[in-house]
């Protein structure tokens, strides 16, 4: 059943989340491209707990989004260059 998460702020569902683990890392970038704030991009992150588990969180998300992108490419061979 989807939820509506407009119900809440972000920083209501980011409490929530951040409540629910031991060590947790969250990132996320809002493109802001209107006439009043200008261009540009809105980074936003959160982390909780030890740091080097959140290290290893972050490697793992790093090293996930690294081999998604490896799957999706085909290496060309210099004869095709």
Do not use: Y
Not at 40 to 64: F, M, N, P
């Amino acid at each position: 059943m989807p939820i509506n998460l407009e119900l809440v702020t972000t920083q209501e569902l980011l409490d929530a989340l951040v409540e629910r683990f031991d060590a947790i890392v969250i990132s996320g970038v809002q493109d802001r491209c209107d006439a009043v704030e200008g261009e540009g991009l809105l980074l936003s992150w959160r982390r909780k707990g030890d740091h080097h588990r959140c290290i290893g969180l972050a490697h793992s998300v790093a090293a996930r989004v690294q081999q998604d992108l490896d799957d999706i490419t085909e290496i060309g061979k210099t004869d095709h260059l």
